[in-house]
């Protein structure tokens, strides 16, 4: 490694703001950078992002290379894939950061290979190991971990939320905002965006919530999300569900929390009707306490969760839901 | 029109946990007595979104290609079995323990062989180690438009037109072909096949290549062209000190509260 390492967090937000994983990676790459002596930089694409580059600045960043174009208005693959390539090129760092989320997990492998290297994806720890980078990642459905280095430069990778603590926001932090020309193609896009659909929901909930109450298989059928939902009301929380329920249409399919869905760190976990597969936990292991409700005694997830109830859930969440409501009265 | 869906054999991912062991100095999965191999899941589903479009094109000729094992023939068959018309196995002792880049590399440099072809389709990500790169990169070295996770895919007048999931939603995208699409679970549930389309995949022909009929350089594929290495395979650890909660649905529910309670959880 020559030189101070730079290590560069490709940036998401919303309207003014990065997103929360944003900040994340953006914490994780000080810590980086704090080991190695190095800098850490951000990419922010957009057409209008103001107050952004500023709060980059108050999260860890000490550079962020801004580019605007009417064509990073929103994540397109194609225009995305070829300013951050951009660059990578020009800043040369050593590590390229993003989130695991549809865009980074669209992005990041596409970057790696326009700059001949490699790149690991949904990471869950991402350190110095004697000098060289150790990236560690869920594999075999979430049943297995796997720690892996790169012989070529920079090492790209996606990180999971919440891994890592975003840095309090400090006003005070100075840094430098780099404007970028875009050297997009002259020639349209190959790929045209026709139209997008939003959930009406704000599915960014789901993500920033305390109590998160997820349903699976087990329900049997998509009434039983409307008793999920009024336990997560009760409580405060959202509601979520394994890959089953997403596929078969019981529920909304931005709900899904798994390796190929969301992740979610909330306080409180309440998995109803979930076997507990490896690709499932892959989502929710980090959350701070599992609670398991499951006909099945013999179900994985109740490996997984501190506390467990053996049941059926028509009968126990109705009366769950009543003895949080008596709680919530008496305070 | 001519389809290529790339295919990966993987231990069965709906296998018992239990089923489920790594020989952590050997950094491999042992494979336990029982453990079926399989065609991996979004693969399958890459495979029936190719007879789907062939449905509606009847001209459409459906490559389904591997690079594994011998025993990822069967990957091959199971694909010919749901309806694809031939099969290119690549299996050489010089691809084994490739990474993402020199699988993408090889597969890359297979459909440039076959001459290219319109539509290059695969799984989101191969359920052993979830990566989800292979697609893209045999796209970005083809030269070709990626268009990832896609739920729906219609082919007309010479584009493809994707719906792909996003975080938030969806959207539907447009790419003139020849173009690359990775296949994510939301497509739905791929056919399994019957015993006449079993029978028939007998006779369907699978071509088998080595590095060499590729002209693909030993340095270039497998361990010695890969850019990544494998320092731990391991199990993640697990506590296991769930508590359950006895009683009738009442008992469990004030229980619970109270447990939840205690532990300022609510």
Redesign the interface.
């Known amino acids: 490694m020559s030189g101070a390492p730079c290590i560069l967090v490709i940036a998401e937000f919303t309207q003014t703001r990065p997103t929360k994983l944003t900040c994340e990676l953006l914490g994780l790459a000080r810590g980086l950078a704090g080991a190695t002596g190095g800098a850490v930089s951000a990419v922010l694409l957009a057409n209008h992002a103001d107050g952004v580059a500023e709060e980059l600045i108050a999260r860890g960043a000490d550079r962020v290379y801004a580019m605007r174009h009417a064509a990073l208005a929103d994540y397109h693959?194609?225009s995305w894939v070829s300013a951050a390539t951009q660059i990578c090129r020009q800043a040369a760092p050593t590590v390229v950061l993003a989130g695991h989320?549809?865009?980074g997990?669209?992005l990041t492998?596409?970057i790696?290979?326009?700059l001949g290297?490699?790149?690991?994806?949904?990471c869950i720890d991402v350190s110095f190991a004697a000098g060289s980078l150790?990236l560690?990642?869920?594999?075999?459905?979430?049943?297995?971990?796997?720690?892996?280095?790169?012989?070529?430069a920079p090492a790209v990778a996606t990180v999971r939320a919440g891994c890592y603590d975003a840095l309090a926001f400090d006003g005070k932090r100075r840094g430098e905002v780099v404007r970028i020309e875009p050297r997009l193609g002259e020639e349209a896009p190959?790929?045209?965006?026709?139209?997008?659909?939003?959930?009406t929901d704000d599915?960014?909930r789901l993500e920033e919530a305390r109590?998160v109450v997820a349903g699976g298989r087990g329900l049997n059928g998509s009434d039983g999300f409307r008793l999920l939902e009024q336990l997560a009301a009760a409580?405060g929380g959202a509601v979520g569900a394994s890959?089953v329920p997403?596929?078969l249409g019981w529920c909304p399919?931005?709900w899904q929390i798994g390796?190929?869905g969301?992740t979610v760190q909330p306080?409180?976990y309440i998995a109803v009707g979930i076997s507990g597969?490896?690709?499932h936990l892959a989502g929710c292991?980090g959350a701070?306490?599992i609670?398991?409700v499951n006909t099945d005694?013999e179900a994985?997830i109740?490996?997984?969760?501190?506390?467990?109830?053996?049941?059926?859930y028509q009968?126990?969440v109705p009366?769950?839901i009543?003895?949080?409501r008596k709680?919530r009265m008496s305070e | 029109m001519r389809i290529v869906v790339c295919v990966k054999q993987v231990p069965d991912p709906e296998a018992a946990f239990s089923m489920f062991k790594v020989d952590e100095q050997a950094k491999k999965v042992i494979p336990a007595p029982g453990l079926q191999w399989v065609m991996s899941p979004f693969d399958e589903q890459a495979v029936e979104a190719a007879l789907r479009i062939r449905k509606r094109h009847a001209d459409t000729r459906i490559t389904v290609l591997s690079m594994g094992l011998e025993t990822a023939r069967n990957a091959i068959k199971h694909g010919l079995a749901m309806g694809a018309d031939d099969g290119v196995l690549l299996s050489d002792a010089a691809f084994e323990d490739a990474d993402s880049y020199a699988t993408a590399y090889t597969l890359a440099g297979t459909i440039r062989k076959l001459g290219g072809c319109d539509l290059v389709l695969t799984g989101r990500q191969a359920a052993d180690w979830d990566a989800g790169v292979v697609g893209a990169g045999i796209g970005e070295l083809l030269g070709l438009p990626v268009i990832s996770f896609a739920m729906d895919i219609q082919v007309e007048r010479g584009a493809v037109r994707v719906e792909r999931v996003l975080d938030d939603g969806t959207e539907i995208v447009e790419a003139l072909l020849p173009a690359l699409v990775t296949v994510s679970n939301e497509l739905g549930a791929a056919r399994t096949p019957n015993l006449r389309e079993t029978m028939r995949a007998a006779r369907k022909p699978v071509t088998v290549w080595k590095a060499a009929d590729l002209g693909l350089a030993a340095s270039e594929v497998g361990a010695a062209g890969a850019r990544r290495v494998l320092e731990r395979l391991f199990l993640p650890v697990k506590n296991n000190r769930c508590e359950l909660i006895p009683g009738s649905a009442q008992d469990q529910a004030a229980g619970l509260a109270q447990r939840l309670r205690e532990a300022r959880l609510i």
């Open positions: 693959s194609e989320t549809a865009a997990a669209d492998p596409r790696a290979f326009r290297t490699a790149v690991a994806t949904g150790a560690t990642r869920p594999c075999f459905g979430g049943n297995a971990r796997e720690t892996v280095s790169f012989n070529t190959r790929v045209r965006v026709i139209e997008r659909r939003r959930d599915s960014a109590v409580l890959r997403c596929d399919r931005s390796l190929t969301k306080e409180l597969a490896g690709h292991g701070k306490a609670v398991a005694p994985a109740f490996k997984d969760a501190r506390f467990g109830v053996v049941g059926d009968k126990f009366a769950f009543e003895e949080v709680m």
